[in-house]
Structures are given as structure tokens and as C-alpha cells.
Nanobody, 121 residues
Framework: QVQLVESGGGLVQPGGSLRLSCAAS????????MGWYRQAPGKQRELVAA???????NYADSVKGRFTISRDNAKNTVYLQMSSLKPDDTAVYYC???????????????WGQGTQVTVSS
């Protein structure tokens, strides 16, 4: 079993900042890519940012220059630093990781439980 546990969500004013964390634990051999997705009411879940184990990153156009994704490979933890937050950033944020487990040569996709981010004055 593998679990992804998220933390760091909350209420923030426009222009403010938050940092989300997601820690993976369990029978993990390796994790190549870790990412953050978000879903607002009535909208599709969308990729916000992703990062590979060697540090290559990808961002949605809507968050470029405002959000920064990073990871600690030793802790199997991914972070999302969010700055200059806008009301349109309001959503439930989910972390995601395709995991290769011990005893397996294939990947399984895991999701965090979701954490609410609300940007409002």
C-alpha cells in the first residue's frame, strides 16, 4: 500500500501565498514524476505543475511565474509554493504520483486526498 498525504491548504486573500505539501509513504521503489492537479466546482481537473526526479518541471500557463513546484526525493515529498494568488486559483488541489513499488516492475497511479485552497477577500 502507498499513501499520499497532503497538507497546507486554507483561506488566503488575493495576492497572498500558500505552500502545499504532499508526502508519499509505503512500499516505494521509485517515483519518477510527481504533480499537482486542481479542480474547481463545475470544471475539469487540470494539471497545475509537475516535476521529475531529476528536477525537470512543467506548469500550466495560468500559474507560470506565480507557482513553483519542488521535491525532496529522499522524503518522497512534493511541494507547491503558490504566490500572488487569485480568486481563480480557488479549487481542491490534489497531488499525484505514478509509483513503482517493491516487487513490481510496473507503475501504479496514486492520488492524495485533496486539500481546499480558497482565495477570497
Amino acid at each position: 500500500q502507498v499513501q499520499l498525504v497532503e497538507s497546507g491548504g486554507g483561506l488566503v486573500q488575493p495576492g497572498g501565498s500558500l505552500r502545499l505539501s504532499c508526502a508519499a509513504s509505503g512500499s516505494i521503489r521509485s517515483i519518477n514524476t510527481m504533480g499537482w492537479y486542481r479542480q474547481a466546482p463545475g470544471k475539469q481537473r487540470e494539471l497545475v505543475a509537475a516535476i521529475t526526479s531529476d528536477g525537470s518541471t512543467n506548469y500550466a500557463d495560468s500559474v507560470k511565474g506565480r507557482f513553483t513546484i519542488s521535491r525532496d526525493n529522499a522524503k518522497n515529498t512534493v511541494y507547491l509554493q503558490m504566490s500572488s494568488l487569485k480568486p481563480d486559483d480557488t479549487a481542491v488541489y490534489y497531488c499525484n504520483a505514478p509509483v513503482i513499488r517493491y516487487g513490481s516492475s510496473s507503475t501504479s497511479i496514486y492520488w492524495g486526498q485533496g486539500t481546499q485552497v480558497t482565495v477570497s477577500s
